[in-house]
Nanobody, 123 residues
Framework: QVQLAEFGGGLVQAGGSLRLSCSASGSIYSINTMAWYRQAPGKQREWVARITSAGITHYTDSVKGRFTISRDNAKNTVYLQMNNLKPEDTGVYSC?????????????????WGQGTQVTVSS
């Protein structure tokens, strides 16, 4: 059984910062890519950032220069440092583990989602 748990959400004023973390637990052998998504009220979920096991990062245009994604492979944990937050960054932030391979190799590499953490940026 694999579980992803996010931490670090909250309420912050515009221009402020938050640091999200997401840890994957269970009998994990490896995780290919870890990513952050967000869903604003009344909108579809959108991809925010991703990082490969080799540390290659990609960001959606609206967060470039403000958000930084990083990961600790030994801890199966991904982080999202969010600076200069804007009201339009408000939403539920969820992490996704892509291409996760179990120790048992009982299943092919699969994707797993966390429950999400609320980020609210006030103007």
């Amino acid at each position: 059984q694999v579980q992803l748990a996010e931490f670090g959400g909250g309420l912050v004023q515009a221009g402020g910062s938050l640091r999200l973390s997401c840890s994957a637990s269970g009998s994990i052998y490896s995780i290919n890519t870890m990513a952050w998504y967000r869903q604003a009220p009344g909108k579809q979920r959108e991809w925010v950032a991703r990082i490969t096991s080799a540390g290659i990062t990609h960001y959606t245009d609206s967060v470039k220069g403000r958000f930084t994604i990083s990961r600790d492979n030994a801890k199966n944990t991904v982080y999202l440092q969010m600076n200069n937050l804007k009201p339009e960054d408000t939403g539920v932030y969820s992490c996704k583990a892509e291409g996760l391979l179990l120790l048992s190799r009982a299943y092919p590499p699969s994707d797993y989602w966390g429950q999400g953490t609320q980020v609210t940026v006030s103007s």
